[in-house]
């Protein structure tokens, strides 16, 4: 029963990797290399992938920590805050950035009426935009392992610490915060992960001025058909993709055992 | 933490509210500015009116991706349910070589970047000369939901004690009656839970939809499409009923969780 079922998806991976069978020659990979436009776009994305990162971890890791100190019912409530947007659509929040930011949008409309600002500041169709938004749509897959991973720090051994004179720096730092580095470096790595194969919100965001890898890569399948590049620069990114994976899970093991 | 100044801890909690709000605000703002009378997106809304709903309900292309989505999301996640279903089933009570291997082939979906899942169906459906078809939306929805039903339904099959299996056989029951009369009732919410989780999963799903349907247009490709020209007030309607369609789902999976696991505790 198995055997039969796994064939469908046995199928779908062989056309998940079929790029690789069309990569036989390596002439596809020199011209990846040549042409500055891709590398250019390469950085891109990794510049504002590690951006969004470390902006996710900023934010997450202080209100996975907050949620942890929190009583029962304030608790159920900001995991359910954390949860809905989750779920909720990607294309929905990133449209709702729209909204937001946009020069009628409620953040300028705070900053003219603060008088911070005499002009709307652009936040959209630029980089800073879609690092808001990468940021946002991302945040739930490091909060909700990383205060899984806080939750099952024993509070006695904190205690413990306390009661041997260590001041609540020491004990933060000594003896808390490296049992989180686990769960805290496995999200990290999700996230990047995450950030790297983004589609929808440079799509949306960026206006099309903020090209990532995963635009290039519609650009090179829908428009210019030139699937061979394609299937190259899809098979680095997957191989990028699992590789950092792989660390991730080895992470994450570490942090659930 | 216990200990810490009162400053720092004050510290803590406003980074924290303020993260959440963060995570909320596209959600909070959407809904309210789905009401607006004006034209244009300004907040707050000058006035209220149903007019961009009026618009949505009113325009055939939107319906017409209505039913689409709404027929892929309920063909795709029940071929998801049943495939995923028998898989989470089979590498939970099997033991056969290749085990893990195959595990993380049926999860393989979820951890590689959509648009290289969107890359691979697109050439894949190509060459079997599917793209396009409404059959290949089917297949490439269902492939992307089965890891959503497998993470679900493997739980729910590890807490089911296999003893329980295992006295029906020994009394005789057929295994066709074993599934409907010991194990269906028994796994019924995780069954539920996953079938609503596969739904959503499709019924949001824009990225691999974008590359392969073709002519036919869901929901979500429709928006996506139309972002991408201008920024549309209908949308905003659109986005918040699809927030109110994830809230119910969600409310739904958590009272059916929450009885089932109340329930089990009866029994003990």
Known sequence: ?257 | MIGGSPWARRLLATVGVLALVFLMVPIVIVIPMSFSSARSLTFPPPGFSLRWYETFFGDAQWMEAMWTSAIVAAVSSVCALILGGLAAYGLRRGSFAGRDWAEGNFMAPLIVPTIIAAIALYLGLAKIGLLGSFAGLLIAHTILNVPLVMMVMGVAIREFDIRIEQVAWSLGASWSYTVRKVMLPNLAPSVFAAWIFAFIGSFDEVIVTSFIAGKYNTVPKKMFNELILEVNPTITAVATLLIGLTVLALAAVTVILARAGRLKQTLV
């Open chain 1, 1 to 257: 029963m198995v055997v039969a079922f796994d064939a469908p998806i046995v199928y779908m991976l062989g056309l998940a990797f079929w790029d690789k069978t069309r990569g036989f020659t390596l002439e596809h990979y020199e011209n990846l290399l040549e042409t500055p436009v891709y590398l250019r776009v390469l950085g891109n994305t990794m510049r504002i992938a590690l951006i969004a990162t470390i902006a996710n971890v900023a934010i997450g890791y202080p209100l996975a920590h907050w949620m942890r100190g929190l009583q029962n019912r304030a608790r159920l409530i900001a995991i359910a805050l954390v949860v809905l947007p989750f779920w909720v659509s990607i294309l929905v929040r990133t449209y709702a950035w729209i909204v937001v930011l946009g020069n009628g949008g409620l953040v300028n409309r705070a900053l003219l009426w603060s008088g911070l600002t005499d002009a709307p500041v652009s936040f959209l169709y630029n980089e800073l935009g879609v690092t808001i938004g990468m940021a946002n749509v991302l945040l739930p897959f490091l909060v909700l392992p990383l205060f899984a991973a806080m939750i099952r720090i024993d509070d006695r051994l904190l205690q413990a610490a306390a009661s041997l004179g260590a001041p609540p720096r020491t004990i933060f730092w000594k003896v808390y915060f490296p049992l989180t580095v686990p769960a805290l470096a496995a999200g990290t790595l999700l996230v990047f992960i995450l950030c790297l194969g983004f589609y929808v919100t440079p799509a949306i965001l960026g206006g099309g001025r903020v090209p990532m890898i995963s635009n290039l890569l519609d650009t090179l399948i829908n428009q210019i058909p030139r699937w061979e590049q394609a299937s190259a620069i899809s098979t680095i990114l997957l191989i990028v993709t699992l590789l950092i994976f792989a660390a991730y899970r080895r992470l994450d093991r570490k942090a659930s055992a």
